[in-house]
């Protein structure tokens, strides 16, 4: 986005449409008048900041001093002329701390600022599957941009799919930050050109992911599998584990439900075998150990996450947990009643495999 006004000597008035975007900045200074400057044309962005000369293009400094409603500057007659840099850098610079000694500063994204709830969830489309029988899988993932907020959003106005939905088999509990590959649309055979929206509210905020078939687009059940690796794994023996569960379950708010699942593997990859712990050092400096970095299971391991629900349904144990011979079980208890939407992930360290349980909650 860029905006255009004018600045004229004495008061600078900043187009009132860039206080909408707390990222934009006056970025680009030009002497519109040789002669006396009697003006200067500004344009806000979104990115970066630049001050040039009029006559000759040369640049003379870079600086950021954000989106204010009104400033005062003082636009002289030496603005535009090259020799006087050191004067016009002071003049910016003065105006630049006038401008955050005077205005309240307005909130920024800094890459390095971690919000832990209040965010929005963006839906993806990752890319589309090609069926044996000449249907189409639409694969979609979201990312939840809060580090710790989890978020339930039945199917309805604020998490639709069209023109399927708005029900369409979508998740409605959204888990922290990147979920890929988490959801699977099947579309006919002549879906052709044809197109499929994944919308998400959330916080105040609409986000919408567009599946088509585009050809760019095509993956496969490995690139889902592996996470991502665009390896089409030929001469790869290598297949991923398997999973028995029961798929439909029953429990209450009172009682936890014990889950059990048996997971069939090839024995592929060869787990890795732990690297031996270093020395310590007995004097004077020594190398730098991390002691809080938890310690990932090696080998099959099995996973569960909650896909759907009308709250938060708790694991006994989370993240990865080793299979132990062949077999894997956890509880899970459930604080409202309702229908929930668990999904058990199997992995042997390449490749993984899911498997949906759903709990019906008294």
């Not at 579309?187 to 050109?193: I, K, S």
């Not at 991502?228 to 029953?250: C, H, K, L, M, Y």
């Not at 069939?264 to 712990?277: M, N, Q, S, T, W």
Request: hydrophobic share 35%; aromatic share 10%; glycine share 8%.
């Amino acid at each position: 986005m860029r905006n255009r006004g004018t600045a004229q000597r004495g008061n600078l008035k900043l187009d009132e449409s860039c206080i909408s975007d707390p990222k934009s900045e006056i970025f680009d200074w030009t002497g519109r008048d040789r002669a006396d400057a009697q003006g200067v044309q500004f344009a806000i962005s979104d990115f970066g900041s630049e001050m040039q000369d009029s006559s000759n293009f040369e640049m003379f400094s870079s600086l950021s001093i954000g989106c204010v409603k009104y400033v005062d500057a003082l636009v002289g007659r030496s603005f535009a002329r090259p020799k006087s840099f050191i004067a016009v850098s002071f003049m910016l610079l003065s105006f630049c701390a006038s401008v955050f000694s005077q205005t309240p500063q307005l909130p920024t994204e800094l890459p390095q600022v971690r919000f832990n709830s209040g965010e929005n969830i963006v839906p993806y489309f990752e890319g589309w599957i090609r069926n044996p029988d000449g249907t189409f899988d639409l694969v979609f993932g979201y990312f939840n941009r809060n580090w710790k907020e989890e978020l339930s959003i039945p199917a309805g106005p604020d998490n639709r799919v069209e023109p399927n939905g708005p029900d369409a088999g979508q998740p409605t509990y959204f888990l922290p930050r990147r979920q890929r590959w988490i959801y699977r649309l099947h579309v006919p055979a002549d879906f052709g050109n044809k197109e499929v929206t994944w919308t998400i509210t959330a916080h105040g905020r609409t986000e919408t992911a567009y599946g088509t078939l585009l050809a760019a687009q095509e993956i496969n059940d490995r690139v889902v599998s592996s996470n991502g690796n665009f390896d089409p794994g030929e001469g790869d023996p290598n297949e991923p584990p398997s999973i028995s569960v029961a798929r439909t379950q029953t429990a209450s708010t009172s009682t936890p439900l014990r889950l059990s699942a048996s997971i069939r593997d090839d024995g592929l990859p060869k787990p890795r075998v732990p690297r031996a712990p270093r020395p310590t050092a007995t004097g004077g400096f020594g190398g730098q150990a991390d002691r809080g970095a938890p310690t990932v299971p090696r080998g099959l391991t099995l996973t569960w996450v909650q896909y759907a629900g009308p709250a938060k349904a708790l694991f006994d144990q989370t993240g990865a947990t080793p299979v132990v011979n062949g077999q894997a079980a956890t509880t899970v208890r459930f604080s409202e009643p309702g229908t929930y939407r668990l999904r058990a992930i199997a992995n042997d360290g390449a490749l993984s495999t899911t498997a949906d349980v759903v709990v019906t909650v008294k």
